[in-house]
Nanobody, 112 residues
C-alpha cells in the first residue's frame, strides 16, 4: 500500500491562494492521483485527478481555479488553489482511489 501525507493547508481570505502537497511513501509513477475534500457531515468528494501522462480532470466548481501537478521524481502531487472561496473550506486529501487507506488530510479554511 502506498501511504500519503498531505500538507500546506491553512487559513486564507477569499480570493487568496494555497498550494497543497501530497507526499507518497513510494513511487506514484503508475498511479492516477486524486485530490479529495470533505466537510463535516458530508461525504468526501473528488476535486480532481491527474493521470499518469499529466492529463487532468476537475469538478466544475473548481475548474479554472485549481491545478493539479505531479512530480514523479519526488513522489509528490500538488494542488494549486487560486481564487479561493468560502465554500472551498474542507479537509483535503490525496489518494490513488477511495479503497486505499487515507492520510490525515490538511485543513483549508477560507474566510469571507
Amino acid at each position: 500500500q502506498v501511504q500519503f501525507v498531505e500538507s500546506g493547508g491553512g487559513l486564507v481570505h477569499a480570493g487568496g491562494s494555497l498550494r497543497l502537497s501530497c507526499a507518497a511513501s513510494g513511487s506514484i509513477n503508475i498511479y492516477v492521483m486524486g485530490w479529495y475534500r470533505q466537510t463535516p457531515g458530508k461525504q468526501r468528494e473528488l476535486v480532481g485527478r491527474i493521470f499518469t501522462g499529466g492529463t487532468t480532470y476537475y469538478i466544475d466548481s473548481v475548474k479554472g481555479r485549481f491545478t493539479i501537478l505531479r512530480d514523479n521524481a519526488k513522489n509528490t502531487v500538488y494542488l494549486q488553489m487560486n481564487s479561493l472561496k468560502p465554500e472551498d473550506t474542507a479537509v483535503y486529501y490525496c489518494n490513488i482511489n477511495t479503497l486505499n487507506p487515507w492520510g490525515q488530510g490538511t485543513q483549508v479554511t477560507v474566510s469571507s
